[in-house]
């Protein structure tokens, strides 16, 4: 199995950036396929970005498309958000996870372990 931590969450003004990273330990990483999600308050857990195992595909939710790059440093055994033009709606617990499947998904119940998420609140 693999473990996941989460860093790099903070308070940002709107239109800032952050970047998450997501450091892995114990089973081969590049035995994952890996993905961001992120909740708000009173939702439930939505889909952000997904990344495959070499790094070479990535899908993301509409609501980031063109804002957030998720990237992976197989290397490092650690997973990146970068995270541009931030909005107040972009508030929410960041959460990484790690699936054993052979492709990317959007799912929730298709990722297998998670990180124990980090806080990120966009000021107006």
């Known amino acids: 199995q693999v473990q996941l931590v989460e860093s790099g969450g903070g308070l940002v003004q709107a239109g800032g950036s952050l970047r998450l990273s997501c450091a892995a330990s114990?089973?081969?990483?590049?035995?994952?396929?890996m993905g961001w999600f992120r909740q708000a308050p009173g939702k439930e857990r939505e889909f952000v970005a997904a990344?495959?195992?070499?790094?070479?595909?990535?899908n993301y939710a509409d609501s980031v498309k063109g804002r957030f790059t998720i990237s992976r440093d197989n290397a490092k055994n650690t997973l990146y958000l970068q995270m541009n033009n931030l909005k107040p709606e972009d508030t929410a617990v960041y959460y990484c996870?790690?699936?054993?499947?052979?492709?990317?998904?959007?799912?929730?119940?298709?990722?297998?372990?998670w990180g124990q998420g980090t806080q990120v609140t966009v000021s107006s």
């Open positions: 114990g089973r081969t990483f590049t035995s994952y396929v």
């Open positions: 990344i495959s195992r070499s790094g070479a595909a990535t």
């Open positions: 996870a790690a699936s054993q499947r052979l492709r990317r998904s959007t799912a929730r119940s298709d990722y297998d372990y």
